[in-house]
């Protein structure tokens, strides 16, 4: 999906081979979060409608979906409580990339979806973003994980512990009212992605 040579009728057409992800990429396409209720009718017309940064994000959530399985025995949560931290994190990210620096704002939500696979290699960077040397990507994804925990989205029991970092809003230029406005806007569009996958 990075090369710039990319065929983009040859990668919907391999798209559409694998039938459950272009079943949960036209779903999330026609999603009332993305605004193109019944609009979107196959991949090719995905690539029209949504633009090709919308769908490798739609595809990076259907693919999500679809790589986690039924539970995460080791860790003592359902993988469907994963998911959905994982997709509230990813949607936070974007909305608060999208105030602070909106050329973030794809990769804050790819990095804001897998932001816990760490949690398999035992990788938590985005928990103390001041140790990041200046990374806004880590404090985005600080203030994700913060506002997932804190609006329901979140999937273990610490979650309600969750802090947000001092100096986390400084260096985001944010105050705490963004943080109210970001989370009412993470529990619409969860709820409306939830209603349509």
Known sequence: MADPDLDIKGVASLIETDQAIAI???????SAYYGFSGKVSSIQNA???????????????????????????????ESEDFRRHSLAVALSSKVIAEKIDPSL????????????????????????????QGDGLSYILHLADYIA??????????????????????????????????MSEVIEAMAQLSDES
């Open 24 to 30: 949960k990429v036209l779903k999330l396409a026609n």
């Open 47 to 77: 690539f029209v409608v949504l633009g090709y940064k919308t769908l490798v994000q739609i595809l990076s959530i259907a693919s999500f979906s679809t790589f986690m399985g039924k539970n995460l025995p080791g860790y003592g949560f």
């Open 105 to 132: 704002a794809n990769e804050a939500h790819t990095a804001g979806l897998i932001h816990d696979i760490g949690k398999i290699i035992l990788d938590k960077y985005h928990h103390y973003p001041s140790s990041s």
């Open 149 to 182: 925990a804190k609006s329901g989205g979140g999937y273990d029991s610490d979650d309600l512990l969750y802090q947000l970092e001092e100096g986390t809003l400084d260096y985001l230029d944010l105050r705490y009212e963004d943080v109210r406005i970001i």
